[in-house]
């Protein structure tokens, strides 16, 4: 029997944008399942699973225990993600793969398996982490840009295929956030804090909270049942100018 509370599940929770969204989301009352490849605490009332996103058996085993545990999924944030920050000319294809991996193919194979969970159902929402680099081109991020670009395409195709059966799916599109993510690309020298708060007209980084309350506008029928298939920039206005590579 299917419990009476709402289940999310969200990956890549263990740290950053992920762990904000399982804290907005449990303060709206779900249930919430953690998926990391780290090993994290199961937030009260919810189950954490270890496991990779881009691994078929990981995500089928994820799904069983959902199953098992609770017998319903509503919403799926699809958050996991990793980034390489190099010249499109020195990107080795095992890393362009892998990029493509994880940020593409993983989520791909979540909505598949819990898509059908909600297309039996007859409801559900799925909120997958973008970024601005999937609405813009943004240089030495060839793989990383390609996959959210990608994202957004399967985002918008998931939309339009599903929508008729009550499961709505969007995307959000982080612009800057300060996590560890965000260090290890500035580690890298491509940009500097100062680069970014040029550049926003909000004049700051986002932060994890800025994200996990859309995320969470998003994921609840009552307050976003008829937005399906958008790409939300939460950029302080960064695509509105465009002028990050002047
Ligand atoms: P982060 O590196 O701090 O956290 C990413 C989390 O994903 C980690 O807990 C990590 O263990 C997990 N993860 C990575 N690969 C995984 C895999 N194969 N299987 C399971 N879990 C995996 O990153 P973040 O900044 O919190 O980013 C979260 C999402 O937001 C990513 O999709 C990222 O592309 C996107 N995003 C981030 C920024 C930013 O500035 N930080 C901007 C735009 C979009």
């Known amino acids: 029997m299917a419990t009476a509370q709402r289940v999310a599940v969200v990956t890549g929770a263990a740290q950053g944008i992920g762990r904000r969204v399982v804290e907005a989301l449990r303060a709206e009352g779900y249930a919430v399942v953690v998926f990391d490849r780290q090993e994290v605490d199961a937030p009260d009332g919810g189950l954490a699973v270890a496991g990779d996103v881009s691994a078929q058996a990981d995500v089928a085993a994820l799904a069983e ?7 319903r999924v509503d919403v799926l944030v699809n958050n996991a993600g990793i980034s390489f920050i190099v010249p499109a000319e020195d990107t080795e ?3 362009w793969r892998r990029v493509l991996d994880v940020n593409l193919t993983g989520p791909f194979l979540l909505c598949r398996e819990f898509g059908r969970a909600m297309l039996a159902a007859g409801s559900g929402s799925i909120v997958n982490i973008a970024s601005v680099a999937g609405l813009s081109g943004v240089a030495d991020r060839a793989a990383y840009n390609a996959s959210k670009h990608g994202l957004i395409g399967l985002t918008r195709t998931l939309a339009v295929e599903w929508g008729g059966r009550g ?20 580690a890298g020298g491509s940009y500097t804090d100062a680069d970014i708060i040029d550049h926003v007209p909000s004049a700051r980084f986002a932060t994890p909270d800025d994200i ?14 008829f937005i399906n298939g958008v790409a939300l920039p939460v950029d302080g206005g960064w695509t509105a100018d465009g002028s990050w590579q002047s």
Do not use: I, Y
């Not at 225990?65 to 017998?71: A, E, H, L, S």
């Open 212 to 225: 996990a309350q859309a995320v969470a506008f998003l994921a609840d029928p009552t307050r976003s049942g």
């Open 167 to 186: 499961v709505r799916v969007n995307a959000v599109c982080p612009g800057w956030v300060k996590t560890e993510m965000d260090a290890a690309d500035q």
């Open 93 to 95: 294809p095992e890393q």
């Open 65 to 71: 225990q959902v199953r098992d545990r609770f017998g």
